[in-house]
């Protein structure tokens, strides 16, 4: 069964999700980042595991541009 993870980055912490390919939420979790722990969360899962980051800037509002990420 696939998983599909979600990280949405801010400066000091982010919100990492783990979704099962039957839309079972796995994991929904607000942590401190560092590399650590985010492979606590996330280290255990299979290799070529689908991913997606998105982040901004939330002082100003913007954010990536579709072509950046």
Known sequence: MSVYV???????????????????????????????????LIGDLPAGTTGSTRTWCTRCGARPSPRHG
């Open 6 to 40: 979600g990280i949405d980055v801010h400066r000091k912490r982010s919100q990492v999700a783990i979704v099962a390919e039957d839309g079972k939420v796995q994991l929904n979790k607000n942590t401190v980042n560092g590399t650590e722990t985010l492979l606590r």
